[in-house]
């Protein structure tokens, strides 16, 4: 697998996909998502794992998104997220709004191929309400037990940033198992990667277990500082001056429109190139 | 009381009173875990684990050093449905007085006036989760409703669902309910140290069963204090530094 460009990466998520992408800890891939606004992905069915903070609002104020699936939207300690705030009172996008177990129950449907995951909770909600694709069924071996069942979510893409990956396209991810759940669940998968390295990451079996081999990645970019301004690990924390910015100035379009230029074009691209 | 007693009482700031009567909730629990921007929880969590001398475990959501999951996200659902979360916190935009929680916004859905993160994992842990802390500072008529616009969790109620957890209380800045679960109303339990009854009637939005006698909520001891401003701070520093920073004085 040859390591490609970042824009490269972008071009790889067709119009109308299914794209699914991690929660802030997990490894959020800002570099690609500026990057797909800069190529002007249109239609995406976005499903965020199981919440999203700034990568979704960024895709949601550049007309990017269609329908949002998700458990929560927010941009933790700098707000709410002002572009989704916006569209969903405007009711500019579909919105699935669901909850965390679910997303990931989906997810685990899809991974084994099968067809719904049944999930306790949910039910007498106004979430499951709004949730005509989700339904109540009778536990086969308890009747009268009810359960709700899930349909699985079939991602056409993963999307998210990870810290190393080697030239095979093994991907090394730590802790944040969930990773593997996406990239297990989805049809393709393409990933930002704060460092390329030599060899080969499944050589070294104190690691492995934290790998998703390269039968499921379809693409590599080298991205360092991948996630910004995002947090990523532990050694690169979240600008929060560019943040605090972003929420005040993202209350209007307009002003969204200008934190964005800013994000592509000046320092702060200057900063993503690099 | 004597002047070096009022003195040292007047120093217990209010989110060390909700700290110290939060642990007072979690004694026992073998399994605490606590969700994302829940700095007061997390504090109280930890609390309880050093009095417990480690034998509540807590999982702290955002934590490296206080979460031991290797699972991802959804390891903490898995370990709820199999009754091995003992206690969690939820909050809510909105809480009725039948302990439903609106945590996805105000009108009407989906197109809502105003819009919350969303309903987060509440759907599915309020049903689990023996004994749920709701845990909203903020008391106010628009928190404290008589009807939430949009129910991401249900109260408990006698619908035949699998329903082992629910919520057990709830900690505002200015008091604490049981919830009975069985009449399905809020109980005062008691009332902070500088509130009144009347302050809590004046601002809530729902009907709530009041005792003859209404108790102060204890302020935390000398020993208590010192644990919360050591070792506790320290804990909670490495996942809310803003919060412990504050916690200092």
Redesign the interface.
Known sequence: MTVISVAELAGQVPDGAKLVIA?D??GVAMAAAFALVRRGVKNLHLVT???SGLETDVLIGAGCVATLE?????L??FG??PC??RA????AIV?K??????I?AGL?AAQKGIPFMP??????????A?RPDWKVIDNPFVP????VALPAIVPDVALFHAPLADRQGNVFIG???????LAHAARSTLVTAERIVEGNLLDDEARSGSVIPSLYISAVAHAPRGAWPLAFG?ADGVDAEWMGRYVREAKTQAGFERMLESALDGSAGARLAA | MSEVGEAAQSAVSAAEVLIHSIAGLLAGSRHVAVGASSPIPGAAALYTRVVSNGATRVSVLGSRRHNAFTNGGVELFDLAAQGRIDAFFLGGGQIDGEANINLVGIGAYPQTDVRWPGSFGSAYLYYLVPRVILFREEHTRRVFVPKVDFISAPGPRDDGVYRPGGPHAMVTSLCLFDFDRVRRRFVLKSVHPGHTLEEVRDNTGFDFDVPQNVSATPAPDAAALALIRGRVREEIAETYPKFAAQLQG
Not at chain 1, 70 to 74: L, N, R, V
Request: glycine share 8%.
């Open positions: 929660k800890e997990s794992v199981p919440v998700t458990s929560a939207i927010t933790g300690e709410l997220a989704f705030s969903v009172k405007a009711g919105l709004d669901a909850t965390c177990p679910a990931y685990q999930l306790r909770g949910i039910l007498e909600t106004d979430v499951l709004n009268g037990d009810r359960i802790r944040q198992r969930e990773l593997m759940l532990d």
